[in-house]
C-alpha cells in the first residue's frame, strides 16, 4: 500500500510539473510587461511605442512599460532584450539600426537574425529628401543636374552615421551618380536646424520631424523614398514617380522578444499589435507622424529582417561604413 501511494505521489508531482509551464503561459501576463525602446524618449520611435503600450495595457489587461535603454545606436537596448530571459515579459521595439548593425560594427552585442524572436512589423515611414529653401532646388531632376554641375560641392545633413537615412542617400548618390558630401548629426532635429540655416545644402530624415520645418518654408521636400506617396505629404512624390522604382526605404518598427519565447506569447502579441494597426484612432493619428501600419506575421517579418540586412550591409560593404 505504502508503494502504491509513493507511486501515485511521484505520478501526481510529475503531471504537476508538466502542467505548470502551460498554466503559467494561460495566465500571461499575470505581471507588467516590459516593452525596451533602444531610443531616445520623446522622439518619433518613443511615440509610437507608448501609443503601443497604451493600447496594449488595455488588450492584456496588464500594464506594458516602456523603458528607454539608449546607446551604441539602440545596439545597448537591442542587446539587453537578446539577452533576456524568453518568458515574454521583456520585449523589444525593433528598428532598421538593428539590421544595419550587423555589418556597421564589428561586435553590435547581438545577432539580429539569430537572437530574437520576431513578433510583427508595427508601421514603416519613408524618409524625405529636403533641401536648403534659399537653393534653387524644387525637384530631384532638378537636384541630379545641380548635383552634377556642382561635383563635390554640396552636402547633406543625417541622424547619423550608419542610419538608415544615411545608408539611404548614398544608394540615392550611386543611382544618380552623384558626389555630394555626407555630414552626420547627432539625431535628426540638429540635421534639420542647420539644413534650415544653410550651414548644410541637402538633409534627409524622418517625416514626423521634418513636418514643421517643411510647413515654415525653412526646408524644401522634393521626395520621398518609398514607392508611393504619404499621406503626412501628399503633395511630395515618391522617388518612384521621378525614376527611382528599385528604391523603398524608411524607418521601421517592429515588436520581437529574444530567441526561445514561445508561440502562444508570439501569437498573443501579434493579435495585440494588429488590434493596435486596425484601431481607427491609432490608424489616423499614426498617418497623421507619416508612419503607415505594416501588418504581418512573424515569418512575414523574419524574412523582411533578413532581406533588410542583405540590403543594407551591402551598401556598408560598398561604400567601407563602419562605427568602430
Known amino acids: 500500500m505504502l508503494k502504491i501511494r509513493s507511486m501515485l505521489s511521484g505520478l501526481v508531482a510529475g503531471l504537476l510539473a508538466i502542467s505548470a509551464p502551460a498554466q503559467a503561459q494561460a495566465r500571461y501576463p499575470d505581471r507588467p510587461v516590459k516593452l525596451v525602446v533602444p531610443f531616445s524618449a520623446g522622439g518619433q520611435f518613443d511615440m509610437v511605442a507608448r501609443m503601443l503600450a497604451q493600447f496594449a495595457s488595455g488588450e492584456l489587461h496588464q500594464s506594458v512599460i516602456v523603458e528607454n535603454v539608449t546607446g551604441s545606436g539602440g545596439n545597448i537596448g537591442a542587446a539587453k532584450v537578446a539577452n533576456a530571459t524568453p518568458d515574454g515579459y521583456t520585449l523589444l521595439l525593433l528598428g532598421g539600426n538593428h539590421t544595419i548593425a550587423k555589418t556597421l560594427y ?67 548618390k550611386s543611382n544618380y551618380g552623384l558626389d555630394i558630401l555626407h555630414v552626420p548629426y547627432r539625431g ?18 524622418g517625416i514626423a520631424p521634418a ?36 528604391l523603398n526605404a524608411g524607418s521601421w518598427l517592429g515588436v520581437a522578444g529574444p530567441q526561445g519565447m514561445s508561440a502562444d506569447i508570439v501569437a498573443r502579441w501579434q493579435a495585440v499589435v494588429r488590434a493596435f494597426q486596425e484601431d481607427p484612432a491609432n490608424r489616423k493619428r499614426m498617418e497623421e507622424m507619416g508612419f503607415r501600419v505594416e501588418p504581418n506575421t512573424p515569418a512575414q517579418f523574419q524574412r523582411f529582417i533578413l532581406a533588410e540586412t542583405e540590403t543594407y550591409g551591402k551598401v556598408v560593404r560598398d561604400n567601407k561604413i563602419s562605427a568602430d
Open 106 to 172: 564589428a561586435k553590435p552585442g547581438f545577432d539580429v537574425a539569430k537572437d530574437f524572436s520576431p513578433v510583427s512589423m508595427v508601421s514603416i515611414t519613408p524618409h524625405v529628401v529636403l533641401v536648403n529653401a534659399a537653393l534653387p532646388i524644387h525637384s530631384m531632376a532638378e537636384l541630379v543636374q545641380y548635383a552634377k554641375k556642382n561635383p563635390g560641392k554640396l552636402s547633406y545633413a543625417t541622424p547619423g552615421m550608419g542610419t538608415s537615412m544615411h545608408l539611404t542617400f548614398e544608394m540615392i
Open 188 to 205: 535628426g532635429a540638429n540635421a534639420l536646424t542647420d539644413l534650415a540655416a544653410g550651414q548644410v545644402n541637402l538633409g534627409i530624415v
Open 211 to 246: 513636418q514643421e520645418f517643411i510647413k515654415a518654408g525653412r526646408v524644401r521636400a522634393i521626395a520621398i523614398t518609398s514607392k508611393a506617396r504619404s499621406l503626412a505629404l501628399p503633395n511630395v512624390p515618391a522617388l518612384q514617380e521621378v525614376g527611382y522604382p528599385e
